[in-house]
């Protein structure tokens, strides 16, 4: 055997980065997360300990002042504070769901605006594609822009949109030309700051769980901002909004394989200690059944969300279905591995004082959020029929 045959392996940096955020999450993170979904509050103490660690938007370029980690970097890191906390890992993660845009689009000024701030840690970026009547049908969308002189004018409103009122920019998709003969060729993207006239927040949705992320629809009236603040030309901006989930759905793969993973070690170590008939209920073979198939879900997950990773990271052509297939399989593996757990705690597992049952609470939104997993199998089927 050659132990130096290093194809189809982590390189030596990602391991070392999964041990560096495993242990801050652990230390920082984990003693906080059933205080943080009991209170329904923004984790600030885990926003607190990745800043300082630079893991929360370590995918952006140095170039912008940032880490520069690549695609399967970020994913490890989201994966690992997902493990302990799903609230605490959608702030990686929604920090480069709402820069992608920008980094695909934007002009080099406009991302030297935003870029440096949100790598510094002073900023957070939201992504606000979704409306009422526009979720899976999101060229269906009602939120306009018009040009005025140097400036463009949104009016409109977005719905679902994620740690909304702790973030400083907005990333919106709006319409700019309703008469377009493709409704998505009237769309464009905009980068929206918290500070502009005629931009408001609305109330928190009450969630089953990532309650520690806020979650709120964001009004636009007379939304008055620079004409510099387009990301690319009028009328791309539903392409680049679609390009960038190719580029983002790993990652909510990631946060489902790292809350699975949590899952999983709690109800292993759970197991091991509770006795039955005189005996740890891990020595009976249908528990150990259930530990086996769950574990090796997880691997399968896993795999998948790192080689879509990969593939984004070499910018392939054809991210549509892996990236889609790695969301997909991924949360369905979570929401079976969680609701196992959960049954493995057996009465335990249905009380709030083990983590078993947050983390099936948390795992149901990743088969939602990014495109449903409904939406996600159509994508596939037509980029398989596409040939």
Same mark, same amino acid.
């Given at each position: 055997?050659?132990?130096?045959?290093?194809?189809?392996? %982590?390189?030596?940096?990602?391991?070392?980065?999964?041990?560096?955020?495993?242990?801050?999450?652990?230390? +920082?993170?984990?003693?906080?997360?059933?205080?943080?979904? +009991?209170?329904?509050?923004?984790?600030?103490?885990?926003?607190?300990?990745?800043?300082?660690?630079?893991?929360?938007?370590?995918?952006?370029?140095?170039?912008?002042?940032?880490?520069?980690?690549?695609?399967?970097?970020?994913?490890?890191?989201?994966?690992?504070?997902?493990?302990?906390?799903?609230?605490?890992?959608?702030?990686?993660?929604?920090?480069?769901?709402?820069?992608?845009?920008?980094?695909?689009?934007?002009?080099?000024?406009?991302?030297?605006? !935003? %870029?440096?701030?949100?790598?510094?840690? +002073?900023?957070?970026?939201?992504?606000?594609?979704?409306?009422?009547?526009?979720?899976?049908?999101?060229?269906?969308?009602?939120?306009?822009?018009? %040009?005025?002189?140097?400036?463009?004018?949104?009016?409109?409103?977005?719905?679902?949109?994620?740690?909304?009122?702790?973030?400083?920019?907005?990333?919106?998709?709006?319409?700019?030309?309703?008469?377009?003969?493709?409704?998505?060729?009237?769309?464009?993207?905009?980068?929206?700051?918290?500070?502009?006239?005629? /931009?408001?927040?609305?109330?928190?949705?009450?969630?089953?769980?990532?309650?520690?992320?806020?979650?709120?629809?964001?009004?636009?009236?007379?939304?008055?901002?620079?004409?510099?603040?387009?990301?690319?030309?009028?009328?791309?901006?539903?392409?680049?909004?679609?390009?960038?989930?190719?580029?983002?759905?790993?990652?909510?793969?990631?946060?489902?394989?790292?809350?699975?993973?949590?899952?999983?070690?709690?109800?292993?170590?759970?197991?091991?200690?509770?006795?039955?008939?005189?005996?740890?209920?891990?020595?009976?073979?249908?528990?150990? /059944?259930?530990?086996?198939?769950?574990?090796?879900?997880?691997?399968?997950?896993?795999?998948?969300?790192?080689?879509?990773?990969?593939?984004?990271?070499?910018? +392939?052509?054809?991210?549509?279905? !892996?990236?889609?297939?790695?969301?997909? /399989?991924?949360?369905? !593996?979570?929401?079976? !591995?969680?609701?196992?757990?959960?049954?493995? /705690?057996?009465?335990?597992?249905?009380?709030?004082?083990?983590?078993?049952?947050?983390?099936?609470?948390?795992?149901?939104?990743?088969?939602?959020?990014?495109?449903?997993?409904?939406?996600?199998?159509?994508?596939?089927?037509?980029?398989?029929?596409?040939?």
């Amino acid at each position: 055997m050659n132990r130096g045959f290093d194809t189809y392996q %982590l390189a030596e940096e990602h391991e070392a980065l999964r041990a560096a955020v495993r242990s801050l999450s652990e230390k +920082e993170i984990a003693p906080h997360a059933a205080e943080v979904d +009991e209170q329904s509050r923004f984790p600030i103490e885990a926003k607190k300990a990745l800043v300082k660690a630079g893991f929360h938007a370590a995918h952006i370029p140095e170039d912008y002042a940032g880490e520069g980690a690549d695609s399967i970097a970020t994913c490890i890191v989201i994966e690992e504070v997902a493990r302990v906390c799903a609230s605490s890992s959608l702030i990686p993660a929604v920090n480069k769901l709402g820069t992608m845009p920008i980094l695909l689009g934007a002009s080099d000024e406009l991302k030297r605006t !935003v %870029l440096p701030s949100v790598a510094n840690g +002073e900023a957070m970026v939201s992504y606000a594609l979704s409306e009422r009547e526009a979720g899976s049908d999101t060229a269906s969308m009602r939120t306009r822009a018009r %040009l005025d002189g140097d400036h463009w004018v949104l009016n409109g409103t977005k719905c679902w949109i994620t740690n909304a009122g702790e973030s400083s920019w907005y990333t919106v998709m709006a319409v700019t030309d309703p008469d377009a003969a493709r409704k998505a060729d009237g769309i464009s993207a905009f980068l929206v700051h918290a500070d502009d006239p005629g /931009f408001e927040v609305g109330a928190k949705e009450r969630k089953l769980g990532i309650k520690g992320s806020p979650t709120c629809e964001i009004h636009f009236s007379d939304c008055a901002i620079p004409e510099n603040r387009i990301i690319g030309e009028p009328g791309t901006g539903l392409r680049t909004a679609l390009r960038a989930l190719d580029h983002t759905r790993p990652t909510i793969g990631a946060q489902a394989v790292g809350i699975a993973q949590g899952a999983l070690d709690a109800a292993v170590a759970y197991v091991r200690e509770r006795r039955q008939f005189g005996r740890p209920v891990s020595d009976f073979q249908g528990v150990q /059944f259930m530990l086996a198939d769950m574990a090796m879900s997880i691997e399968a997950a896993r795999h998948m969300v790192y080689v879509a990773a990969a593939r984004a990271e070499r910018g +392939e052509d054809d991210l549509v279905f !892996v990236s889609a297939a790695a969301k997909c /399989f991924a949360s369905d !593996v979570a929401m079976r !591995v969680t609701t196992d757990a959960v049954q493995l /705690f057996g009465g335990a597992g249905y009380t709030t004082d083990f983590p078993v049952e947050r983390m099936m609470r948390d795992a149901k939104i990743t088969q939602i959020y990014e495109g449903t997993n409904q939406i996600q199998r159509m994508v596939m089927a037509k980029s398989l029929l596409r040939g």
